[in-house]
């Protein structure tokens, strides 16, 4: 077979060693493999390039995706996948790779539906797809956050202030639960998880009257203005509050090693599914198994929130 891959989406540390998976286990395989550079709109742009063995060598360590990433809204219309896909068959390739997130299984969902053979990776640090217990770049991201964490924690304790520190995760809150338990963060802020701000103030009085030096709220981007609630926390609670918006920082990096075998494991099930001529899914990791479900189930389901690691958290804070 003529195999493509491609990485579109947010980037996430481990995306080069999902493609060195991909690469080496079709050529290992027997197949022809290509790279699609800028993700979808690569596609549509006819921008392939042929891999070899040496194409993936040395990017293990590497952050971010040698092939490029790009959001391209217009693919949510038939006439241009029309387009896409009538490259990949002018180029000769009869299967496509994709690693990215919930946008991109939307874009190889369509694929799928109009009869091109597609199989999808779940790349992305908010661990936000459903099927799949951990997306690759998820463990790296929390390395991060948890490593500043840390070091906030020391100025916190030295100024004798409350720390807000807003992680990413769009509308799931795994890398912040994850993240406080890893740091004992007092307080964990989720969409799964509201806040109730009279609460957490009260609270924060109470640790400041025991003669505690700081406290730090972990909350998921997009739950409220981090900056404002500093500002009414230093206001009302006695401690002084800062907000740090940890950002783009939680993307790059050196992917850690479990993500390195997360990508290793699921780049090569994917090219076993196409030789077993099995495409229109997505692969997960699930009880530390390799499986695949239809797009469809995907994308109609919803994940399961970490409440045990939450509860637990919240026991031992």
Not at 25 to 47: K, P, R, T
Not at 194 to 220: F, Q, W, Y
Not at 242 to 269: F, K, N, W
Not at 296 to 308: F, G, N, Q, R
Request: some cysteine; proline content about 3%; charged content about 25%.
């Amino acid at each position: 077979m003529k195999i493509a891959v491609l990485t579109s989406g947010g980037d996430a540390p481990g995306m080069n060693p999902a493609i060195r998976a991909v690469v080496r286990a079709a050529i290992n395989s027997g197949h022809e493999i290509y790279g699609v550079m800028d993700g979808y709109a690569g596609l549509v742009s006819g921008s392939f390039e042929k891999m070899s063995r040496k194409s993936v060598s040395e990017i293990l360590d590497k952050g971010g995706t040698i092939l490029g990433t790009a959001r391209l809204k217009e693919f949510n219309k038939p006439e241009v996948r029309q387009i896409a896909i009538h490259n990949l068959r002018e180029e000769g390739i009869e299967a496509l790779v994709v690693i990215g997130g919930d946008g991109t299984y939307r874009g190889a969902e369509a694929l799928t539906e109009m009869g091109f053979p597609v199989i999808g990776l779940p790349g992305t640090i908010d661990n936000d797809l459903p099927c799949t217990d951990y997306t690759i770049g998820f463990h790296t991201a929390l390395e991060t956050i948890v490593d500043a964490l840390d070091k906030i924690r020391d100025t916190s304790s030295s100024h004798q202030r409350c720390s807000i520190v807003e992680t990413m995760g769009r509308h799931c809150g795994d890398l912040a639960v994850s993240a406080g338990l890893s740091c004992g963060a007092e307080f964990i802020i989720t969409p799964e998880h509201p806040m109730n701000k009279e609460d957490i103030i009260e609270r924060l009085k109470i640790h400041k009257s025991e003669g505690r030096r700081n406290a730090i709220i972990v909350i998921t981007e997009n739950v409220c203005n981090v900056h404002e609630f500093a500002e009414e926390i230093t206001a009302k609670s006695g401690f002084a509050c800062r907000a740090t918006v940890l950002g783009y920082v939680q993307r790059g990096g050196s992917p850690c090693a479990e993500d390195r075998i997360l990508a290793g494991r699921m780049g090569a099930y994917a090219i076993d599914l196409l030789s077993q001529g099995i495409s229109g899914v997505a692969v997960g990791i699930q009880s530390n198994k390799m499986v695949h479900y239809p797009f469809s189930k995907v994308l109609a389901s919803k994940t399961e929130p970490m409440d045990e690691i939450f509860e637990l958290a919240t026991k031992i804070r």
